[in-house]
């Protein structure tokens, strides 16, 4: 695997600062989103719709698609729920991640979703099932396919997408019927973390009174949607225990489950190389492309 220099999300702000691209209060991945742009990144992919409104808690979500993208087109759409430890983070941050996903061919959904501490566990898990419901619902106004849905997300984002496929009591309390999903990949993420011993794990989830409920390992089922879960072995953030132990507890249940452990990225990076100024880091992008596709078929 071709390695480019060691850069955290953190660092972006020297390099930006150096584009003039720096802003002071932006957050890291929004600096990504910028340089992503600026380098190239937003060619080929539309923003068709942004801080659409859903559910009934002030949630909004953007919608990306190929640029080139033709009426009564019905793509396969990818739902990405953004990282940030359930306390931070936004879905225009991550313009990155729906302008590579789309320039791949799919409709990509990336919602918001309310955070620590003005919510815990399950409130992020209930809007995230709302903005399922909002895909079901309106997507095929945007040339998505409601019968080829995937879910994504990086970090705590790959918590809830990898829960609400393996749980289905969060997306039938939405009006929703749990195999919508025909596809996960987790980017990263935490699945068989209790007990709670980080400061954001405690603060998100120890207030639910069954903590296992919490874990997506605790859901690991033989029908589960096929998974692909990403890890790396220089995550110290989200251990690559999580991916192991669950992919292992899939596969033992019968399921269709897949794991990929780069080596050499840490946490921030995996998800950084889905952006084009680092997509030398990783094949995340083209690895989780190849998976979808086998596994979101588009309706005859």
Do not use: C
């Not at 929004?30 to 990144?41: E, F, N, V």
């Not at 009591?169 to 007990?195: C, E, Q, T």
């Not at 950084?272 to 995340?284: D, E, H, I, Q, Y």
């Amino acid at each position: 695997m071709k390695r480019s220099t060691k850069l955290g999300l953190g660092g972006l702000v020297a390099v930006l600062g150096g584009m003039g691209l720096y802003a002071a209060t932006a957050s890291p991945p929004l600096l990504l989103s910028h340089l992503d742009a600026a380098t190239g990144g937003g060619k080929g992919a539309a923003l068709v719709a942004e801080a659409v409104p859903f559910g009934d808690q002030g949630q909004t979500l953007d919608v990306w698609r190929a640029a080139d993208a033709a009426d009564g087109d019905r793509r396969p759409v990818l739902i990405f729920w953004h990282g940030g430890g359930w306390v931070k983070g936004a879905r225009q941050d991550y313009a990155f991640a729906g302008r590579a996903f789309a320039r791949q061919g799919f409709v990509v959904v990336v919602p918001d979703y309310r955070k620590v501490p003005q919510v815990r566990f399950p409130a992020f898990i209930e809007d995230a099932a709302d903005a399922v419901a909002w895909t079901r619902d309106n997507i095929g106004r945007y040339g998505g396919d409601p019968q080829a849905i995937g879910f994504s997300g990086h970090s705590a984002g790959a918590h809830t997408a990898v829960l609400l496929a393996l749980d289905p009591r969060w997306l039938k309390a939405a009006g929703v019927d749990p195999g919508i999903v025909k596809a996960v990949v987790g980017l990263s993420g935490a699945y068989d973390f209790y007990p709670f011993t980080t400061k954001r794990s405690i603060d998100a989830m120890s207030a639910y009174p069954d903590p296992q409920a919490t874990q997506p390992i605790t859901f690991a089922r033989a029908d589960a949607p096929p998974m692909l879960l990403i890890t790396s072995s220089e995550d110290t953030t989200v251990r690559p225990r999580n991916a192991i132990n669950l992919t292992a507890r899939l596969k033992q249940q019968g399921a269709v489950a897949q794991m990929i452990n780069y080596q050499g990225l840490d946490h921030e990076e995996v998800v950084m190389a889905l952006s084009k100024p680092f997509r030398s880091k990783g094949p995340v992008l083209s690895d989780s492309t190849a998976f979808l596709n086998r596994h979101l078929k588009p309706a005859e």
